[in-house]
């Protein structure tokens, strides 16, 4: 168990299965790095929807591989967020290498250390299934979204066919080795963490939220909710 330091109350930990510390996050490091390509499409989909100096929160983002894309495509304030210090630090030299600005803290997706309305838009890829306060997790991002700024979730769906993920490993550039390992991954670790739409509407449902749009795409789903307005 963790304490939230603003409340000093219980937390759950951070995330399900193995930390991602050390060599199991330099080797995922390396072997994400050849799927580069994703990581440019989605920043490319994202960045026109973005003003300028637009405040971007990334949850998990792991070696930071889509903040160095976002940051080349405009000029945004960038923040990752990640339970795992050894991602903090790679992210933070990969960020360095590429010459981008963007900024990498340690920090608990359900007990963010940020104030309220701090960002414009929350991202969270890959890594929703891995939170075991979930719900929690969406509650945060309400509180640190600015108003009417939005929050995006895009995951893994447990009911995911053998067929799409394995158009989806394919898809990945990996070596041999690399490509049956993440294979296996998905099919025995991944799926059975994920969450079906449904399950994704029901925990929206429990926060201030309340609602959001929910569509599947391929092996996953996206959800985005939208933080109301000011009066």
Request: aromatic residues 8%.
């Amino acid at each position: 168990m963790q304490t939230d330091q603003r409340s000093g109350s219980k937390q759950p930990k951070a995330y399900k299965g193995v930390a991602m510390e050390g060599p199991i996050a330099a080797w995922y490091s390396r072997t994400t790095r050849g799927d580069l390509n994703r990581h440019r499409v989605i920043a490319g989909q994202v960045a026109p929807t973005l003003a300028p100096r637009s405040r971007v929160l990334e949850i998990a983002p792991g070696p930071g591989y889509f903040c160095i894309e976002l940051a080349r495509l405009g000029d945004f304030q960038i923040t990752g967020l990640d339970i795992s210090r050894s991602f903090v630090e790679i992210a933070r030299r990969n960020a360095a290498s590429e010459g981008v600005d963007a900024d990498f803290v340690h920090g608990n997706a359900s007990a963010m250390p940020f104030a309220d309305g701090s960002f414009d838009l929350c991202f969270c890829q890959a890594a929703f299934k891995n939170f075991t306060d979930p719900v929690g997790a969406i509650r945060e991002m309400h509180r640190v979204l600015a108003p009417g700024g939005t929050a995006v979730i895009l995951d893994m769906r447990r009911d995911a066919t053998p067929e799409e993920m394995e158009r989806e490993v394919r898809g990945m550039n990996l070596g041999r080795l690399n490509r049956w390992f993440v294979r296996w991954t998905f099919r025995q670790m991944l799926v059975k963490s994920a969450y079906t739409v449904d399950e994704i509407a029901s925990m929206i449902a429990r926060t201030p939220f309340l609602t959001g749009s929910i569509q599947r795409e391929g092996i996953g789903f996206h959800a985005r909710m939208l933080k109301p307005g000011r009066t």
